[in-house]
């Protein structure tokens, strides 16, 4: 018998396709107005959380752990109090469910881990069979779009600035050539001169792809680790597969590149950890399953920040711009709860009509720092795409420079050219989050947006244009350095409960490894506040249900009884 509440969405897209038809019925034909969506043959498969005894789930977590690095794991144990730092959300889905979903004639094409999902392709009776299955809560039907290319490319301009490969890092106007105006405008050249340039701190970039990474400026870039999975393979660059990569190596060099005399990066010091997760040829919702891909990757390395300049909305309404509909954005905080300090572009749709100006995801996550962008004086940037999210959220939460920023060219090893979008904010913002963590290793995602946040220039009024405003490198550099570790709230220890789903949405499942007649759970918000209390009678060996609906939506910390706290998100 089917399920009723379950979410089919299959049956309509013939529907929805035939109704996009009159959506611009009378209006002026534009560009983005003739893009109709089209059906991929691909699906996701939304499952519930899967039952297991404690030694099955015990034995999945340490599986799970040892794909890890020890750097991934020591970052999670920073949010993440148990051995190992592992969740349920980490884990993939089980052989077992896979055999079932495979039975029905589907072929699974992707694991999409933290949202417990995957990608299928099927004919129509094999979905209806997969959608029958006990434990599938939602099928969902991947579309496609066109790509819209709004970035703007201009000539390089001459400066006076001479190269000097080997000269140390200075605040000198004439050290950071073309790169100094967009540099000095969040003050990371002050920041620079006091020894913080990233190092110790691993950063990732998911983008298109990375040619030329002979260029002068990646001279002495360390890269840990690379894949493309749009290909499958370890090599980033083009090299005649699909893609292209002229949109990462510009990103990186806005984070990465030195070369003393012409230009210097935001944190030329760090290490880098690079994936291709977009296919520029045609932009469809399949790199969203990529982008999670990838983003586990980055999670399995240990990556300390992720800058992110790609941004998902033309296949979205405004209504799911919400942190909680789009996949990546469900993915993206929960990889955020797990330790990693997530990045990611506004969007370049400040000048469509509303609500079309609004953000994309993942940049409407509650734990991803939302890049948006502002001009050379500091003014808002019109093309970038504005806040808030759908349900009242500020978005974005900072901004840097995005219009005519400098960055390394695919032309010639030497040359570097102007842009424009909060493709290029990002890696900014992004490069400061990593000074940020080199100066206190131990804070946590929410920390780094608060200190972030905090030193903006727009602290005291935050609009939804540029968030909070223009951070100040140096001031977050510095208040970074004089937090003290709150101990207290994440100690690396097992506490003996786990916590699912998470994010939630109301009703939250605890699950225990010990008898207890009594329990008391307490809930708190991120400044250590205590927000309730509640009491559990009785036997409770497996697992109880709380019910947090009456709190707003936004991140807190969980503990039961006297043990460590665990972070949980109210969807």
Not at 18 to 33: D, F, V
Not at 91 to 118: K, M, Q
Not at 341 to 354: L, R
Not at 364 to 377: K, M, Q
Request: net charge negative.
């Amino acid at each position: 018998m089917t399920n009723p509440t379950k979410t089919c969405w299959f049956w309509i897209i013939a529907i929805f396709l035939n109704s996009a038809n009159l959506l611009y019925a009378g209006s002026i034909e534009t560009e983005k107005a003739r893009i109709k969506p089209q059906p991929t043959g691909r699906y996701w498969l939304f499952m519930q959380p899967e039952e297991m005894s404690r030694d099955e789930l015990d034995r999945a977590i340490d599986r799970t752990a040892d794909g890890l690095t020890p750097r991934s794991l020591e970052r999670r144990r920073k949010v993440i109090d148990r051995e190992p730092p592992v969740r349920r959300c980490d884990l993939p889905v089980s052989r077992s469910r896979i055999e079932a979903v495979e039975r029905t004639g589907c072929r699974v094409v992707r694991h999409l881990r933290y949202i417990n999902a995957i990608t299928v392709t099927g004919p129509p009776t094999a979905l209806e069979r997969a959608g029958q299955l006990e434990f599938v809560t939602e099928i969902r039907p991947v579309m496609a779009y066109a790509s819209l290319n709004r970035e703007l490319s201009e000539p390089e301009e001459p400066h006076s600035g001479k190269s000097s490969l080997g000269k140390r890092i200075s605040d000198d106007e004439e050290q950071y050539g073309f790169s100094w105006q967009q540099s000095a405008l969040v003050n990371i050249p002050e920041a620079h001169t006091a020894g913080y340039r990233g190092r110790g701190v691993l950063i990732g970039v998911q983008d298109t792809g990375f040619d030329f990474l002979d260029h002068r400026c990646f001279s002495g870039i360390e890269i840990v680790a690379a894949y493309d999975f749009l290909n499958d393979d370890d090599d980033v660059s083009d090299h005649g597969d699909v893609g292209s990569g002229r949109h990462g190596t510009k990103t990186l060099s806005v984070i990465a590149g030195l070369d003393s005399g012409r230009f210097i990066g935001a944190a030329p010091e760090a290490r880098f950890v690079l994936t291709k997760t977009e296919n520029t040829e045609e932009e469809t919702p399949v790199e969203e399953d990529l982008w999670i891909a990838g983003l586990w990757f980055h999670d399995s390395m240990g990556v300390d920040v992720l800058s992110s300049s790609l941004s998902y909305r033309d296949w979205y309404d405004w209504e799911d711009m919400d942190g909680r509909t789009a996949i990546t954005s469900r993915a993206a905080d929960s990889a955020a709860s797990a330790g990693m300090v997530i990045v990611n572009s506004a969007g370049n749709s400040g000048n469509e009509d509303y609500p079309d100006n609004k953000i994309g995801a993942p940049a409407d996550a509650r734990l991803v720092i939302s890049a948006g962008g502002v001009l050379r004086d500091g003014r808002h940037y019109q093309t970038a795409s504005q806040g808030p999210t759908y349900d009242g959220r500020l978005k974005p939460n900072v901004a840097a420079q995005a219009a005519r920023v400098y960055a390394a060219s695919y032309l010639m090893d030497t040359l570097y050219t102007r842009h424009s979008g909060t493709s290029f904010s990002c890696p900014m913002i992004a490069g400061i989050a990593a000074l940020v963590l080199q100066a206190h290793p131990w804070l946590t995602p929410v920390e780094v947006i608060d200190i972030i946040q905090r030193a903006s220039n727009r602290a005291e009024e935050p609009d939804t244009l540029d968030g909070y405003g223009i951070p100040d490198a140096w001031i977050a550099v510095q208040e970074a350095a004089s937090r003290g570790v709150k101990t207290d709230f994440f100690t690396p220890t097992d506490i003996g409960f786990d916590v699912f789903p998470n994010p939630f949405n109301g009703r939250l499942n605890i699950r225990f490894n010990d008898m207890v007649s009594q329990r008391i759970i307490r809930l708190f918000d991120l400044h250590g506040r205590e927000l309730g209390a509640f009491e559990t009678m009785g036997q409770h060996s497996g697992m109880v249900t709380v019910d947090l609906s009456d709190y707003a939506t936004g991140v807190y910390l969980l503990r039961v009884d006297d043990r460590g706290l665990k972070v949980v998100l109210i969807r």
